[in-house]
């Protein structure tokens, strides 16, 4: 019964790692408190591309900073308003929880999509990651799971074949 749980729990675990990008979702991990009580660092947020015309006010929604690099990182915040730009356009006004201050405005276009399902607690291996110098932690315990997986695959086929030839040869 053991061995069943263990890989319940791997295929469980690389359903939440796969899973996600093949339904269109993007698994993000929250790294600030900004959003606290809401999302608290170490929950991972299930983003998906949403069109700009259809966001309304209190969706959470994850954007770049205006003038970031295409490689930063993705802030998480609730929408609060809209803001008229100086050409006219619509801007989105988002800001954290946590924080009393609203973040810069910010055009549509920087907009990646809205959250649509948090998973607590899944993120803090990556938290860890992205804080210290544990940069290897991801890609090992992605290893570790991998070999187990593999193990009990292993042991379950060397079992099967040591039963049947304890049985003996079948007319």
């Known amino acids: 019964m053991g061995k069943l749980a263990a890989a319940c729990l791997l295929v469980t675990l ?5 899973g996600p990008p093949l339904v269109g979702l993007r698994p993000l991990t929250v790294l600030s408190s900004s959003m606290e009580p809401s999302l ?30 295409p490689d930063a ?7 609060t308003g809209f803001a008229a730009a100086a050409d006219g356009s619509r801007e989105l006004v988002l800001q ?9 405005a910010v055009p ?6 809205r959250v649509v399902a948090t998973l607590p607690y899944l993120g803090y291996p990556d938290l860890l990651a992205q804080r ?9 315990l992605g290893l570790a799971m991998f070999g187990y997986a593999a193990l009990l695959f292993f042991q379950h086929v060397r079992q099967r074949r040591s039963s049947r030839s304890s049985q003996g040869p079948t007319a």
């Open 96 to 104: 954290g929880d946590a924080n009393s201050l609203p973040d810069p």
């Open 14 to 18: 690389f359903g939440l790692v796969a």
């Open 40 to 69: 608290r660092p170490g929950h991972v947020v299930l983003v998906r591309e949403v069109d700009p015309a259809t966001v309304q006010v209190g969706e959470i929604l994850t954007y770049l900073p205006a003038g970031a690099a």
């Open 108 to 113: 549509p276009s920087a907009l990646q999509g």
């Open 73 to 79: 990182l993705p802030i998480t915040h609730r929408l």
């Open 132 to 140: 210290g110098d544990l940069g290897w932690l991801r890609p090992a």
